[in-house]
């Protein structure tokens, strides 16, 4: 293991390999270093259509080396801590790497224990998740043998992997539950931590017309605190009063809320929040001009999306490139990001849009409706897009 790096990559995720491979592409060949613990990489888009019945988990997954870009080193280890003021990463192993340069792309935690009696509850009565590789199936299991009563489906009132996803497994679970005949005896509830169903208006009318046909139950400004499963109970807090809710289910699926990783805390690259603050156009971090961040671990005033990631990464690498030759970074981002939400089997509206909330649509028609096409671009097309292109540094 090579011991000092030109280019040094913090994760190995859609953000990390994406930065390696078009630094590899320009010329970096034999300078990038990518450090990533886990042998396994998964396409995380897809969870939402697995935890529907609609695709599997096993295509969602890839092993890790087979993604490392040619010219860049696998340090097959993981982050202990960062020392910006030093130039130096220092690994659970116990070594210690130092850069000319860092791009950070650690990603999120996934916080199962920020709800009180999820983590070992998950995937028992009832109780299900998306959000990770090993908890999914459980999310199918508890839609196809749902028999009625109430369905509960939360958004946490944290920062999360696509704003869209705890909403998208609730309209496939409703078209489910028509199919299934149980519908007519069921209530569907959301229950989120944000003020409204969507940011963007446009998009905002678009889903509170599908709530309202499908004949949704939604509940805002509500957080999930706790589980009781022996009594099948949630309890939401209210976000202003802090008065506790309590819900009944018979199934519920949970977005745990997500936070930026603990290594972070001390490395003096964190805002207030824990996020890596950098320039939202530049992607160069505030206090170290020779670090840079992206994707879901960096402070960038946008959702948190794999489309994101893919706006940002060429941006960065520029600008990287740039400050490593002398020069300044002069490329800017302009928050981009993608949001394909499912509203049910075969039907789909494709959110685009910039920083200050405007759409920023791809073709050449009103995005905001919902269409059979576009849900045929997020289950076929993305997928070989995000593997064949974007981790390769191509697109």
């Avoid at 499908?214 to 109970?233: Q, V, Y």
């Avoid at 802090?242 to 805002?271: C, F, R, W």
Wanted: glycine share 10%; net charge positive; hydrophobic share 40%.
């Amino acid at each position: 293991m090579s011991s000092h790096f030109p280019f040094l990559i913090l994760g190995g995720g859609s953000a990390g390999i994406s930065v390696a491979a078009r630094l590899c592409r320009a010329g970096g060949k034999g300078k990038v270093g990518i450090v990533e613990p886990s042998d396994v990489h998964f396409y995380q888009p897809l969870w939402t259509l697995v935890g529907a019945g609609a695709a599997t988990r096993e295509e969602t997954r890839r092993a890790e080396r087979d993604l490392i870009p040619n010219g860049a080193e696998w340090v097959h280890d993981a982050v202990a801590g960062i020392d910006a003021p030093g130039n130096a990463v220092t690994l659970k192993s116990g070594a210690r790497i130092t850069y000319d340069f860092l791009v950070v792309a650690l990603g999120l935690m996934v916080d199962w224990d920020g709800v009180k009696g999820l983590r070992d509850n998950v995937g028992k009565g009832g109780i299900c998740s998306n959000y990770s590789f090993d908890t999914v199936n459980s999310t199918w299991d508890a839609i196809r043998n749902f028999k009625g009563g109430d369905a509960v489906f939360t958004h946490p009132a944290t920062p999360i992997k696509c704003g869209g996803a705890p909403q998208k497994i609730m309209y496939l679970a409703d078209d489910a539950f028509r199919r299934q005949n149980v519908r007519e005896k069921s209530t569907v509830h959301f229950f989120s931590g944000e003020a409204g169903i969507f940011k963007v208006e446009k998009y905002k009318k678009a889903l509170e017309g599908v709530i309202a046909r499908k004949e949704i139950k939604a509940t805002f400004k509500h957080n999930l605190i706790e589980l009781r499963p022996d009594s099948r109970e949630a309890i939401f807090q209210q976000i202003e009063t802090k008065a506790e809710v309590v819900q009944k289910y018979d199934m519920i699926h949970v977005t745990p809320p997500q936070k930026p990783l603990a290594v972070l805390a001390n490395s003096g690259l964190g805002n207030a929040a824990g996020w890596v603050d950098v320039d939202k156009s530049t992607m160069q971090h505030t206090k170290f001009p020779n670090v840079y961040a992206l994707g879901d671990c960096s402070n960038l005033p946008t959702s948190k999306t794999g489309a994101a990631i893919r706006g940002q990464a060429p941006i960065l690498v520029k600008n990287l490139l740039a400050t490593s030759k002398g020069g300044a970074p002069s490329a800017s981002y302009d928050g981009y990001t993608s949001c394909p939400l499912v509203t049910g089997y075969g039907s789909l509206i494709l959110a685009e849009f910039d920083y200050d909330l405007n759409p920023k649509e791809t073709f050449p028609f009103d995005q905001s409706k919902e269409r059979w096409s576009m849900y045929q671009l997020k289950r076929h097309l993305l997928p070989m897009m995000y593997w064949n292109g974007m981790l390769k540094g191509k697109a």
